[in-house]
């Protein structure tokens, strides 16, 4: 670690991966009431459920990306951050509001908790994803810009480099895009139309540079490839990414009352997504063939390249499964939405959070490069753990979506949707399980970063 104001995303990170772990846990007690329907009813109604582990989401993985921002940018600026204060003032204000918004899903009844927070006075509760109360929503908002200003200001004062400027373009479009949560028109075809600006804008649009340039700055440290190589690449990728995910976006807007010139749109340009995604997995596996050092932490490699080739079949392929409005057309809102779902988060935006902490954490609590041996090997297990349990849990619930769309819509005698949710109940044990061999994935790459932690680090033969 080369700057003493790196070690403020060590917070981030610990926050991160703590909320991590509760939203695995509403995740499986979700799951569990797909198939014992008053599982820890009425304490915990699913609906609930389902806000804490979608909301859990989006904020540990907040929290994770400025964590990997507040240690990237100094190191990339060659400067101490501009305001180490702030950062730490906007921790606990963010960390506060999320706890206090996630205990108020689960004390207080959601038309008691608009009442209370005086949603009447700018309505934006109620929307899938965009439950939190708007005064929680202008906090985040305090807190990004706090943000935004600290790590513009840190890039402004030291060295311009591609990684940073790709970074902050991807957290600024964060900020911006977010603001669509507070338009919530009366019309429900308006209403969904700008919706998407957030929801899809951000994971298909510009969370996707942020998760180039952290992905980038692991391959630079960890391969010794010529920067000017990487960023290259890097060029080619966001202009993909932004070429299609923007236009792309017309594939959410099939079905919801919008001109039909989009099913032609969404279709072609989302059918293009998967492209800066394969070229990341190309691009990826090809730094590390061309490296010029055999860096010591071969799990962050490992996670770098787990990265790539997730993102590409949750992101790419699964989401190509089901993109173009003629298959769209049946499979629409059923689990196959879901298997995608959860690849597609899991390979782009967990694995390059616990990637980049897998690189920094270790020098952070003072380690030269790496952690020991045995800690490393642990934390290959987790790796292998979650990702197999995730593709596992992406199989069992496309199968159970494929069920889903004979079943319920596409046979000749369709029956109701409870009667179907019964006969894929199989599916849905299948999921629970892996759901709990995740969370033990999940464990024991919290245990690595204590075990072994007396013993030295791990070292490797220079390459010939």
């Not at 994770?64 to 501009?82: C, I, K, R």
């Not at 004062?157 to 990684?163: A, C, D, H, L, N």
């Not at 779902?341 to 952070?364: D, K, N, Q, R």
């Amino acid at each position: 670690m080369k700057y003493e104001s790196q070690k403020v995303a060590k917070l981030y990170f610990i926050a991160a991966i703590g909320l991590f772990v509760g939203q695995i846990l509403f995740g499986l007690i979700m799951g569990m009431q797909y198939v014992v329907g008053d599982f820890l009813f009425p304490e915990i109604p699913f609906n609930v459920a389902r806000m804490v582990h979608t909301n859990l989401l989006i904020v540990w993985l907040l929290f994770g990306f400025m964590g990997a921002s507040y240690y990237l940018v100094p190191e990339e600026a060659e400067t101490e951050l501009f305001a180490p204060w702030l950062a730490y003032l906007m921790f606990w204000i963010f960390l506060a509001a999320g706890a206090a918004t996630v205990l108020a899903y689960l004390l207080v009844p959601y038309a008691t908790l608009a009442e209370v927070t005086m949603n009447h006075l700018l309505p934006t509760m109620g929307r899938e994803f965009l439950e939190q109360p708007t005064i929680t929503k202008i906090g985040i908002v305090i807190v990004v810009l706090a943000f935004l200003f600290n790590i513009g200001m840190t890039i402004l004062k030291g060295r311009k480099t591609v990684v940073s400027l790709v970074l902050l373009m991807g957290l600024t479009g964060l900020a911006v895009f977010f603001l669509f949560a507070f338009y919530n028109p009366t019309n429900l075809v308006m209403d969904k139309y700008y919706w998407w600006w957030v929801v899809h804008l951000w994971v298909e649009g510009v969370w996707e540079l942020i998760l180039g340039a952290i992905l980038a700055f692991i391959l630079i440290k960890t391969t010794g490839v010529d920067r000017e190589v990487i960023e290259k690449w890097l060029y080619i990728i966001i202009a993909m990414t932004l070429i299609t995910g923007i236009v792309g976006m017309g594939h959410h807007y099939y079905w919801i009352g919008t001109p039909e010139f989009w099913q032609w749109w969404g279709s072609i340009f989302s059918a293009l997504e998967p492209i800066p995604f394969f070229m990341m997995t190309v691009y990826a596996f090809n730094m590390v063939n061309r490296r010029r050092r055999n860096h010591p932490n071969k799990v962050a490699v490992l996670w770098a390249l787990g990265t790539a080739v997730m993102a590409f079949l949750g992101a790419g392929v699964w989401g190509f499964l089901h993109t173009l409005a003629p298959v769209n057309y049946y499979t629409h809102g059923t689990q196959i939405t879901a298997a995608h779902g959860h690849m597609a988060f899991y390979g782009a935006y967990v694995m390059i959070v616990l990637g980049m902490i897998s690189y920094s954490m270790p020098l952070m609590r003072g380690r030269e490069l790496c952690n020991s041996v045995r800690s490393q090997s642990l934390e290959m297990w987790s790796f292998w753990l979650m990702t197999i349990s995730m593709v596992f849990i992406t199989l069992f619930l496309t199968a159970a979506g494929i069920l889903q769309v004979y079943l319920q819509r596409f046979s000749d005698n369709p029956m109701d949707f409870m009667v179907v949710q019964d006969k894929i109940a199989l599916f849905y044990w299948l999921r629970e399980i892996t759901g709990l061999i995740f969370l033990i994935g999940l464990i024991v790459y919290i245990a690595s970063f204590f075990i072994g932690q007396d013993e030295p680090e791990a070292t490797v033969e220079p390459l010939k």
